[in-house]
T-cell receptor, first 116, second 117 residues
Framework: KQEVTQIPAALSVPEGENLVLNCSFTDSAIYNLQWFRQDPGKGLTSLLLIQSSQREQTSGRLNASLDKSSGRSTLYIAASQPGDSATYLCAVRLSAGGTSYGKLTFGQGTILTVHP | DAGITQSPRYKITETGRQVTLMCHQTWSHSYMFWYRQDLGHGLRLIYYSAAADITDKGEVPDGYVVSRSKTENFPLTLESATRSQTSVYFC????????????????FGDGTRLSIL
């Protein structure tokens, strides 16, 4: 059974700092990995999706890397801002095919606070 | 506007009652999903659907029923609500990319916060 772990559970940093969020998974036979952001009382917003054949994806100040063989992904946030404060979740999708198609397994998230 | 909407946003009911949570998407995505989010458990898949009239169980399906008569709607019913079903429920959808392009992100609604007394 795929298990996804995120470390740290919570992180508080001053504005402007660069930071790294970690995600690890137990079954390396993944199809892709997705990073989400969740604001309080809101749904999840997709930030980045990395295919299993890719090493990293970038969007603005965000960079996500994937090392499938070691079962790890990191989300790097450059020059953090108070508006980045949210819960960040990673989710993995197992290899395509069969009844598990499309299903995601989520980590429990990292609560990020960026203070001015 | 295109998107995925859930209703109601908040619901309070009593144990034993039947409750239906609605989910509607305007993208015509093939896949739809229901998750529940609880402290200490994170997001867990309840049911999902690959297309109209095709549904399958997820990780925690007991006590829930789904249907998908139309592509755009995927209601979730609690047949006889229990206190353990108090949670925040999220609906999501994604496109089916086909064998050569299956890396489609999931898009989420804003959730329904359900309290069962």
């Amino acid at each position: 059974k795929q298990e996804v772990t995120q470390i740290p559970a919570a992180l508080s940093v001053p504005e402007g700092e660069n930071l790294v969020l970690n995600c690890s998974f137990t079954d390396s036979a993944i199809y892709n990995l997705q990073w989400f952001r969740q604001d309080p009382g809101k749904g999840l917003t997709s930030l980045l999706l990395i295919q299993s054949s890719q090493r990293e994806q970038t969007s603005g100040r965000l960079n996500a890397s994937l090392d499938k063989s070691s079962g790890r992904s990191t989300l790097y946030i450059a020059a953090s801002q108070p508006g980045d404060s949210a819960t960040y979740l990673c989710a993995v999708r197992l290899s395509a095919g069969g009844t598990s198609y499309g299903k995601l397994t989520f980590g429990q998230g990292t609560i990020l606070t960026v203070h001015p | 506007d295109a998107g995925i909407t859930q209703s109601p946003r908040y619901k309070i009911t009593e144990t034993g009652r039947q409750v239906t949570l609605m989910c509607h998407q305007t993208w015509s995505h093939s896949y739809m999903f229901w998750y529940r989010q609880d402290l200490g458990h994170g997001l867990r898949l309840i049911y999902y659907s690959a297309a109209a009239d095709i549904t399958d169980k997820g990780e925690v399906p007991d006590g829930y029923v789904v249907s998908r008569s139309k592509t755009e709607n995927f209601p979730l019913t609690l047949e006889s609500a229990t206190r353990s079903q108090t949670s925040v429920y999220f609906c999501a959808s994604s496109e089916f990319g086909g064998a050569g392009n299956s890396n489609q992100p999931q898009h989420f609604g804003d959730g329904t916060r359900l309290s069962i007394l």
